[in-house]
C-alpha cells in the first residue's frame, strides 16, 4: 500500500523530488504520466501527490518537506 507524502504543483518539481527521493534509498511510486487519471497534464487542485510504500513513509516525508523547503516550494 502507499501513502501520500506531498503533494506539488509543478510535474518537473514532482519529477526532481522523485529522483530525489530514490537516490536516497525510497522506492516512491511512478505513475507513469502526469496529472489526473485519463487527462494528462491536468493536475488536481491540491497538485501532484507524491507516494511511498507506507513503511517509507515517516522517513520519506521527513525528508521530502526538507527537500521541498530548500527548493523553496
Same mark, same amino acid.
Given at each position: 500500500?502507499?501513502?501520500?507524502?506531498?503533494?506539488?504543483?509543478?510535474?518537473?518539481?514532482?519529477?526532481?523530488?522523485?529522483?530525489?527521493?530514490?537516490?536516497?534509498?525510497?522506492? #516512491?511510486?511512478?505513475? =507513469?504520466?502526469? *496529472?489526473? $487519471?485519463? +487527462? #494528462?497534464?491536468?493536475? =488536481?487542485?491540491? *497538485?501532484? $501527490?507524491? +507516494?511511498?510504500?507506507?513503511?517509507?513513509?515517516?522517513?520519506?516525508?521527513? +525528508?521530502?518537506?526538507?527537500?521541498?523547503?530548500?527548493?523553496?516550494?
Amino acid at each position: 500500500m502507499f501513502e501520500t507524502i506531498a503533494h506539488v504543483q509543478d510535474p518537473s518539481m514532482a519529477r526532481v523530488l522523485i529522483t530525489a527521493l530514490k537516490a536516497h534509498g525510497f522506492h #516512491p511510486l511512478e505513475s =507513469g504520466e502526469d *496529472g489526473l $487519471p485519463g +487527462l #494528462p497534464g491536468v493536475v =488536481g487542485p491540491r *497538485g501532484i $501527490p507524491i +507516494l511511498v510504500p507506507e513503511e517509507e513513509m515517516r522517513d520519506a516525508k521527513v +525528508l521530502a518537506e526538507d527537500l521541498l523547503r530548500e527548493m523553496d516550494v
